[in-house]
């Protein structure tokens, strides 16, 4: 008898949204800082804004961490989502450097938040493996070794094809690139507990709030509201993948593109360290990429794009990404999945991300996968900006480019998920 496969987020199912998350009791009728979104990116910048002494909401038009902060696989590794080479040749080694130094600090900032604020999230450093889909990826990897070391100065190790069988039960690979510096973590408990450090510090979390309209007055903005009128000096959108129209400006400067993840049932200790004897997170050099870990409980974890689409079927989402988990695992041929579920991560055209300002109102999103750590990180950089702690940001120094053929619907995102196929077998 095929059992039941549940599409709630797993880690959700795993980690319910607390019964004493401390939800305020009603809108005010103004405050400081209005945040729309209640992700890594909206909790980081109202906790940042709160120990200030601003007055903030967060406004979630469902549940607290609903989106993506709760769906993602928990994988926080160094780099954004455009190549660093990429990066050097467009702004220069002087930046270059700056953003990889980033994309580290964001990482440590993880570490230092669920310290500081004692959030029991399972959070392990135990690095990830960058793994080489072809002969011809773990060529241009080992360039990449002296790159690193030299433009960077950070230490990633070559693992050979012989050496894989050290680091994953799997023979599909032909090499790979260990990075010590990763880490894990559970997502759901994690975003819940960054919703109870802000509200410790007096940030009013508004659950199931819809925001209808923004208008802007002489020196403020107003909010209209499915829970009535909010008055606020500064509005943030931290709604990355999930941005609608509600600032019509922001629509076209991140583009929605869907993530999906299966679960496995919990695997024998034994199963778990013939799969993964190092503990490390993985993904794959493929452009229609796999990522995969263990969960806390020993599960296995599989996630990939899949057409790029927001809306595959689940079932059949589940379908294909077990296709392709018993291919780089056959041993796991025959363990049921319980979970299959999807998330919206946000990609800009030039795969960085970006903190900025429209019509008055800011914004900090398109971490185009990266979001555990980098939305942390810009979270906590745009509350900054509002406090004046900081002037600048790296991340709102770089133009926002836009496309003139995009500004609602994504119609273009089946052709790309074409021509990366077509890499992907060809490449």
């Given at each position: 008898?095929?059992?039941?496969?549940?599409?709630?987020?797993?880690?959700?199912?795993?980690?319910?949204?607390?019964?004493?998350?401390?939800?305020?009791?009603?809108?005010?009728?103004?405050?400081?800082?209005?945040?729309?979104?209640?992700?890594?990116?909206?909790?980081?910048?109202?906790?940042?804004?709160?120990?200030?002494g601003?007055?903030?909401?967060?406004?979630?038009?469902?549940?607290?961490?609903?989106?993506?902060?709760?769906?993602?696989?928990?994988?926080?590794?160094?780099?954004?989502?455009?190549?660093?080479?990429?990066?050097?040749?467009?702004?220069?080694?002087?930046?270059?450097?700056?953003?990889?130094?980033?994309?580290?600090?964001a990482?440590?900032?993880?570490?230092?938040?669920?310290?500081?604020?004692?959030?029991?999230?399972?959070?392990?450093r135990?690095?990830?493996?960058?793994?080489?889909y072809?002969?011809?990826?773990?060529?241009?990897?080992?360039?990449?070794?002296?790159?690193?070391?030299?433009?960077?100065?950070?230490?990633?190790?070559?693992?050979?094809?012989?050496?894989?069988?050290?680091?994953?039960?799997?023979?599909?690979?032909?090499?790979?690139?260990?990075?010590?510096?990763?880490?894990?973590?559970?997502?759901?408990?994690?975003?819940?507990?960054?919703?109870?450090?802000?509200?410790?510090?007096?940030?009013?979390?508004?659950?199931?709030?819809?925001?209808?309209?923004?208008?802007?007055?002489?020196?403020?903005?107003?909010?209209?509201?499915?829970?009535?009128?909010?008055?606020?000096?500064?509005?943030?959108?931290?709604?990355n993948?999930?941005t609608?129209?509600?600032?019509?400006?922001?629509?076209?400067?991140?583009?929605?593109?869907?993530?999906?993840?299966?679960?496995?049932?919990?695997?024998?200790?034994?199963?778990?360290?013939?799969?993964?004897?190092?503990?490390?997170?993985?993904?794959?050099?493929?452009?229609?990429l796999?990522?995969?870990?263990?969960?806390?409980?020993?599960?296995?974890?599989?996630?990939?794009?899949?057409?790029?689409?927001t809306?595959?079927?689940?079932?059949r989402?589940?379908?294909?990404?077990?296709?392709?988990?018993?291919?780089?695992?056959?041993?796991?041929e025959g363990?049921?999945?319980?979970?299959?579920?999807?998330?919206?991560?946000?990609?800009?055209?030039?795969?960085?991300?970006?903190?900025?300002?429209?019509?008055?109102?800011?914004?900090?999103?398109?971490?185009?996968?990266?979001?555990?750590?980098?939305?942390?990180?810009?979270?906590?950089?745009?509350?900054?900006?509002?406090?004046?702690?900081?002037?600048?940001?790296?991340?709102?120094?770089?133009?926002?480019?836009?496309?003139?053929?995009?500004?609602?619907?994504?119609?273009?995102?089946?052709?790309?998920?074409?021509?990366?196929?077509?890499?992907?077998?060809?490449?």
């Amino acid at each position: 008898m095929k059992k039941t496969l549940s599409t709630e987020p797993f880690w959700q199912s795993q980690f319910p949204r607390p019964a004493d998350l401390p939800l305020a009791q009603a809108l005010p009728e103004r405050v400081d800082v209005a945040i729309v979104g209640s992700g890594y990116t909206g909790l980081n910048a109202a906790r940042v804004l709160a120990k200030s002494g601003a007055s903030v909401s967060v406004i979630e038009r469902e549940t607290i961490g609903w989106g993506a902060s709760s769906r993602n696989g928990g994988m926080a590794t160094p780099g954004i989502k455009r190549p660093i080479d990429a990066i050097f040749a467009k702004y220069g080694e002087t930046k270059g450097r700056a953003f990889w130094q980033a994309s580290l600090d964001a990482i440590d900032l993880i570490e230092e938040i669920v310290r500081t604020e004692r959030i029991d999230c399972d959070w392990r450093r135990d690095g990830h493996l960058y793994l080489a889909y072809k002969p011809a990826h773990f060529t241009a990897m080992l360039e990449k070794v002296a790159w690193y070391r030299d433009k960077l100065g950070h230490k990633v190790r070559a693992v050979a094809p012989a050496e894989l069988p050290t680091e994953i039960g799997s023979r599909v690979f032909h090499g790979g690139l260990a990075d010590d510096f990763s880490g894990s973590l559970q997502p759901a408990k994690y975003v819940y507990g960054l919703a109870k450090a802000a509200a410790r510090c007096g940030v009013g979390l508004h659950e199931s709030t819809d925001v209808h309209r923004i208008e802007r007055r002489s020196n403020a903005f107003e909010l209209e509201t499915s829970a009535g009128p909010l008055a606020a000096k500064e509005v943030l959108i931290a709604t990355n993948g999930y941005t609608d129209r509600l600032v019509p400006a922001l629509k076209p400067r991140v583009v929605p593109v869907g993530s999906y993840i299966i679960v496995t049932e919990p695997l024998s200790r034994d199963l778990q360290k013939e799969l993964i004897p190092t503990g490390r997170v993985f993904n794959d050099s493929k452009n229609f990429l796999n990522y995969f870990r263990l969960t806390p409980d020993g599960r296995m974890l599989w996630g990939g794009r899949n057409d790029l689409s927001t809306d595959l079927d689940l079932e059949r989402s589940a379908d294909i990404l077990r296709a392709q988990l018993i291919h780089t695992f056959p041993q796991l041929e025959g363990v049921p999945l319980t979970h299959s579920w999807t998330g919206k991560l946000g990609i800009t055209f030039d795969l960085m991300p970006h903190i900025g300002r429209m019509d008055g109102v800011h914004y900090a999103f398109g971490y185009g996968g990266h979001g555990l750590s980098i939305a942390t990180y810009l979270g906590t950089e745009v509350g900054k900006l509002l406090t004046g702690e900081i002037s600048t940001s790296l991340f709102s120094e770089i133009p926002h480019p836009t496309m003139f053929f995009y500004r609602n619907e994504p119609w273009f995102l089946p052709l790309a998920a074409r021509y990366y196929r077509l890499l992907d077998r060809i490449g």
